[in-house]
């Protein structure tokens, strides 16, 4: 595959992105895995599907998941991805995921927001609203 010849970077950032692409992630982050220097990582945050407000939306019986938008420019979150599924794309682009963390870093930090951030850190499951993963050039 011929990638963009660049300078290796030691490290790139996909903050909110991956979601967004109608592309399978394998495709851009092995082109990422290429420019990066032996030892490189990848630091990639993504919304978390399996959250807590989504969780309780299909208790009622709606999806919390939106429909793609008519807007060529913001057509919205085309796939959210869980953590094993991101370990999952990482090991197919040759790369380590074992460092990973769920946090709410969307919200305020008051009043309900607190309560949720609460129930969030002490019931099971991996239930924070946004995942942070570093992946590693193997």
Same mark, same amino acid.
């Given at each position: +595959?011929? #990638?963009?010849?660049?300078?290796? =970077? &030691?490290?790139? /950032?996909?903050?909110?992105?991956?979601?967004? $692409?109608?592309?399978?992630?394998?495709?851009? !982050?092995?082109? =990422?895995?290429?420019?990066?220097?032996?030892?490189?990582?990848?630091?990639?945050? +993504?919304?978390?599907?399996?959250?807590?407000?989504?969780?309780? +939306?299909? $208790?009622?019986?709606?999806?919390?998941?939106?429909?793609?938008?008519? &807007?060529?420019?913001?057509?919205?979150? =085309?796939?959210?991805?869980? /953590?094993?599924?991101?370990?999952? /794309?990482?090991?197919? @682009?040759?790369?380590?995921?074992? %460092? #990973?963390? !769920?946090?709410?870093?969307?919200?305020?930090?008051?009043? #309900?927001?607190?309560?949720?951030?609460? $129930? @969030?850190?002490?019931?099971?499951?991996?239930?924070? %609203?946004?995942? +942070?993963?570093?992946?590693? /050039? !193997?």
């Amino acid at each position: +595959t011929a #990638w963009p010849e660049c300078a290796p =970077f &030691d490290v790139i /950032v996909m903050a909110e992105v991956i979601e967004h $692409l109608y592309v399978a992630p394998t495709q851009v !982050l092995r082109m =990422f895995r290429h420019m990066l220097r032996p030892g490189g990582a990848i630091v990639l945050q +993504t919304p978390n599907p399996i959250n807590l407000a989504r969780r309780i +939306t299909l $208790l009622f019986g709606q999806s919390p998941f939106r429909v793609i938008r008519d &807007d060529s420019k913001n057509p919205g979150h =085309f796939c959210e991805y869980t /953590v094993e599924q991101l370990q999952e /794309v990482a090991a197919r @682009c040759q790369m380590s995921a074992d %460092e #990973w963390s !769920l946090s709410n870093y969307f919200g305020s930090g008051r009043g #309900w927001q607190r309560i949720y951030n609460g $129930l @969030c850190a002490v019931l099971p499951g991996q239930l924070h %609203e946004g995942i +942070t993963i570093i992946l590693r /050039v !193997l």
